[in-house]
């Protein structure tokens, strides 16, 4: 068994706010058939030490960036998982990143760093005589592990996974010291980034490996429209940089056994939930497609097209049941339309009971994103037979056979794609798709393409455990 330590700042299903959780909680149990035991490393948050059971400490730290703290060893969810006991940096109520306010905590740098300074030591020192042979960090909360492993003298392999360059983790150079960094690598081919210090860069110039969540989101970083000011430092690193994309949960995601709906194994087996989602959210019968979006509310996310494009669904006499929240802007936005609408609906808010009941019941599902790493939604749409509508983009690319005349007469398309992400080419989209659902006989053969195309995590898994094997034998 390849031994690797998976350092992260949330794991579903214990603490989520987006992919890297769903990423996180999901490749222990997909690498273990791949010969691969995977230990995750986690802040302690209330719910993970919540959850923590058969507990044993394995590393005490008498001032872990401000206090003491321990390394606990237990299990939770089915994850076998070493938790950051340091109540002074994680015992808080809110989000993983933000108080309640909604805004940053004022010491998340030093907050993360100490989750990749407890990474690096336990990649040198091991955690009761396991010793991981590959660390993998997730993002930029982990993005310092290469940075305090050379302060150690070296230690195992390591991997950086990018889940959304958008997010580097910047901060005042002034932080140096307290984020117990050598000031001798303060320059461009460490962490120094346009002025400031970025824990992302950090692990992006000090990995061993990068990967990231699609192989067109990996192509698009080495651009300067989608690399956030860093496409250079990937185009300078290209050589180890590889995309492998994301799967989901098909046990959490499986329409034929899926507690929140009533379960089915074909398209005919939506009607049902179709008719129980229209009672639910208030909308009537209607000719159209009755399109689904289970979203946050973000510029990213391209939710403003659609408001803009709405009429080209309503015209043709569509619907639209929506479940999301985030830009207070957009939510406003989204409620008067469906104040004005009756063929719209909107719920603002988190529900993942609902979030199941919308994907089983809609015929589409709407993913207009701007730009998308990789994206779980289409694919749950996929798995449930929800045709998607998708921006050519990042894992949106990846993951979505275009119903283009080509593909429809090999029979091969699952959904729809459009460029450029604009609103008029969204609109555009959104005819097609109403004209592909008139005729019966395609539409059945695109939900059953839909539901056939393989969203797991095998393929994945098999990638990862080529790299990590790679990396150890390297090392």
Known sequence: MIRV???????????????????????PAALW????????????YPAVMDALRDVSEVYYFHD?????ARVLAGWAAGLDLLAIDAPHLFARTGSPYMAPDGRDWPDNPERFAALSWVGAHLGVHGALGWHPQVLHGHDWQAGFVTEYLRQMGGGPATVLTIHNIAFTGATDPGRIGSLRLDPWR??????????GVSALKAGLMGADALTTVSPTYAEELMTPEFGMGLDGVMRHRREALSGILNGIDTEAWNPATDPAIQPYDSPEGKAANKAALRAEMGLPDADGPLCVIVSRMTHQKGLDLVLQALPALLDHGGQLAVLGSGDPGLEHAFRMAGDQNPQV???????????HRLIAGGDAILVPSRFE???LTQMYGLRYGTVPVVGLTGGLADTVINASPAALARDAATGLQFSPV???ALRSALTRLCLLYQDTETWTRLQQNAMAHPVGWDQSARAYAALYARLATNR
């Open 5 to 27: 330590l998976s350092i992260a700042s949330e794991c579903a299903p214990l603490v989520k706010t987006g992919g890297l959780a769903d990423v996180a909680g999901a490749l």
């Open 33 to 44: 058939a791949q010969g691969v035991q995977m230990r995750t490393l986690l802040p302690g």
């Open 64 to 68: 872990l960036f401000g206090a003491p």
């Open 186 to 195: 303060f320059h461009m081919n460490a962490y120094e980034f346009y002025g």
């Open 345 to 355: 609906a909107v719920r603002i808010g988190y529900d993942e009971a609902l979030s």
């Open 373 to 375: 790493p990789c994206g």
């Open 422 to 424: 604009t609103a008029d």
